[in-house]
């Protein structure tokens, strides 16, 4: 029956009589794009980028002035507040780390992006020797000690912790990492870094595949880019009660998770890119929490908020209180805890160069396998 309307609609055909004279008949074919509109400049854009950052900026201060001592009781308090909410960052770049680390020759120049307060640097600089081995081609003759860089978007982010925090203290660059390029200070490393990595915060980013190219243009020939993305099955159960829990009090449903690419489509972004020899596995964390509630408020204070563009900016209480006991009811644990799963997919992927092995031309063979087998 629809169907037959929506035929009916698309050739509707008008008919009017003036006077006795014959029928005029209109008709109106399907909406078809004009061939003379020029094709989009820009990529298709998914997430507010300025309220992603003022989400971890807000994120910053409220956890910096709730952790401000205002009672003796807060005397034997954790001396960075602040960091009460890095566990999910903190073994992320913990597990980034062993891989970097199985790399044959430590690179003397890493910069990391979407670093947030540059945990993943923090980490490696206790892992690699900050010094750069003599047999290095691309040491710093004057220092001679490693390189690093961290960049990103958020600046209470960037400037969180001071540089204290740091065994050599990181040249700190505030840029949005799909807009890499187009910071003056990064504009001037191109092809001069050896490794580029990212703990997290690549999930933010829409046009994935010109980040990635962005990538490639820094790092030198044969250089590394290793990385951590989300993946699509982060967040699945919070994902479903949400969408029952308003399915059954609203009649609808709303984004309220934002979109992570699947694990199959991993190789072909970094292929996309112009990476080459990549590599892609895929871990799962999960994590128990006391209800929905509390996952919800870690994940606000890490500023990983909803910024989907064009989202319904709050959730009515009564949706929430639903979603709650469908998340216990689905998915709860014996212990009244719930569990929050996160898809990690690791990314390895390098710049072609000339000390990259290559497969030999075709036709180039000169055993026959008649002879072998």
């Known amino acids: 029956m629809l169907r037959s309307i929506v035929k009916k609609a698309a050739t509707a055909r008008v008919s009017a009589k003036v006077g006795y004279g014959p029928s005029i008949s209109i008709h109106r074919p399907y909406a078809t794009l004009s061939p003379h509109i020029p094709p989009p400049t820009t990529p298709y854009e998914v997430f507010d980028e300025p309220s992603k950052n003022r989400q971890k900026d ?35 770049s913990e597990r980034l780390a062993e891989r970097i ?60 912790d001071d540089d204290s925090h740091f065994s050599s203290p990181p040249t700190r660059i505030q840029a949005s990492a ?10 001037k490393l191109k092809e001069q870094v050896e490794a580029v990595v990212s703990g997290g915060g690549l999930h933010w980013v829409g046009d994935i595949v010109g980040g990635l190219t962005q990538i490639r243009h820094l790092l030198k020939p044969d250089g590394v880019f290793v990385g951590v993305v989300l993946g699509g099955d982060t967040l699945f159960e919070l994902r479903t009660s949400l969408q029952l829990a308003e399915q059954e009090r609203r009649g609808g449903i709303a984004n309220r998770i934002s979109p992570m690419i699947n694990p199959t489509d991993a190789p072909s972004l970094l292929n996309r890119a112009g990476f080459t020899l990549t590599t892609i596995d895929v871990e799962d964390m999960l994590i128990n929490y006391p209800s929905i509630w ?23 209480r009564d949706v929430l209180m639903a979603a709650d006991a469908i998340y216990k009811e689905l998915y709860g644990n014996e212990d009244g805890s719930v569990p929050a799963t996160f898809q990690i997919i690791f990314l390895i992927g390098w710049k072609p160069g000339p000390n990259q092995p290559k497969a ?14």
Do not use: C, F
């Open 58 to 92: 807000r994120a910053i201060i409220r956890l910096r002035e709730e952790g401000e001592p205002s009672t003796p009781s807060h005397e034997n308090a954790e001396e960075h507040p602040v960091k009460v909410v890095d566990y999910l960052r903190e073994e992320i």
């Open 101 to 160: 680390e199985d790399l044959r020759t430590p690179p003397a120049s890493i910069l990391e992006l979407a670093a947030h307060s540059g945990q993943l640097t923090q980490i490696l600089q206790d892992i690699i020797a900050d010094e750069v081995p003599s047999t290095s081609e691309t040491q710093d003759q004057q220092s001679e000690r490693r390189k690093w860089w961290i960049v990103e978007s958020s600046k209470e982010a960037l400037h969180r």
């Open 178 to 187: 799909s807009r890499l390029l187009e910071h003056p200070e990064i504009g």
């Open 294 to 316: 509390e996952l919800m408020a870690d994940l606000r204070d890490m500023g990983e908020s909803n910024a989907i563009l064009g989202r319904r900016a709050h959730i009515s």
């Open 360 to 373: 030999l031309e075709r036709g180039s063979a000169s055993t026959s396998l008649k002879d072998v087998l």
